[in-house]
């Protein structure tokens, strides 16, 4: 079975700075997705960033940008130049067939 | 765009009553909506996929008869709550997948729903 994990809970980053989240998962898929969310305190879902397994760079959008190391099955997100408006929980998702499957977020504050 | 409505935000019912809440794809059609219950500092589970024109798929655990799952076409699908207890109180997430797309992987989130039963 497919697990994420998410082994950070909490982080802290002050505004401008850079932080990265970790996400690290098993499968023995090998065609498979991989996911960011954002879910600030509205608590609507927003994706960030994906990334195709199949794809060796990694995928950036705008101050986002992904550490994806197959190998190690491994998916940092790092967040640059953080701005307040990036507060908020931050879930990994991965997905092979059609389900996702959560990480159990870090909730990523930032400090004025 | 990929938008996804979901309504009503909030309910507070009594308990023993039924809530319907809907999930709309406003912009794309949706063969396959999924739907997820996040109770308070947790992640996402999923409760069921919705797949147009058939019946739902419950995960291990959840009672298919206290939530009934209808997707009766392609940009629509409900979760009915029947006979709702306190312990059912919890955020309810749908989601939705486009139809026929290279991102078809990609899974659209409306903006939740807050049962809160008496």
């Known amino acids: 079975a497919q697990t994420v994990t998410q082994s950070q809970p909490e982080m802290s980053v002050q505004e401008a700075e850079t932080v990265t989240l970790s996400c690290t998962y098993d499968?023995?898929?090998?065609?498979?997705?991989l996911f960011w969310y954002k879910q600030p305190p509205s608590r609507q879902m927003i994706l960030v960033i994906r990334?195709?397994?199949?794809?060796?760079q990694n995928a950036t959008e705008n101050r986002f940008s992904v550490n994806f190391q197959k190998a190690a099955k491994s998916f940092s997100l790092k967040i640059s130049d953080s701005q307040l408006g990036d507060a908020a929980m931050y879930f990994c998702?991965?997905?092979?067939?059609?389900?996702?499957?959560f990480g159990t977020g870090t909730r990523l504050k930032v400090l004025a | 765009g990929a938008v996804v409505s979901q309504h009503p935000s909030w309910v507070i019912c009594k308990s023993g009553t039924s809530v319907k809440i809907e999930c709309r794809s406003l912009?794309?059609?949706?063969?396959?909506m999924f739907w997820y219950r996040q109770f308070p500092k947790q992640s996402l589970m999923l409760m069921a996929t919705?797949?147009?024109?058939?019946?739902?798929?419950?995960e291990q655990g959840v009672e298919k008869d206290k939530f009934l799952i209808n997707h009766a076409s392609l940009t629509l699908s409900t979760l009915t709550v029947t006979s709702a207890h306190p312990e059912d109180s919890s955020f309810y997430i749908c989601?939705?997948?486009?139809?026929?797309?290279?991102?078809?992987?990609?899974?659209?989130f409306g903006a939740g729903t807050r049962l809160s039963v008496l």
């Open positions: 989601s939705a997948r486009k139809t026929g797309t290279v991102a078809k992987n990609i899974q659209y």
């Open positions: 499968t023995s898929e090998s065609d498979y997705y």
């Open positions: 990334q195709e397994a199949y794809k060796q």
């Open positions: 998702a991965y997905t092979g067939t059609y389900k996702y499957i």
């Open positions: 912009d794309f059609q949706a063969t396959t």
């Open positions: 919705s797949n147009e024109g058939s019946k739902a798929t419950y």
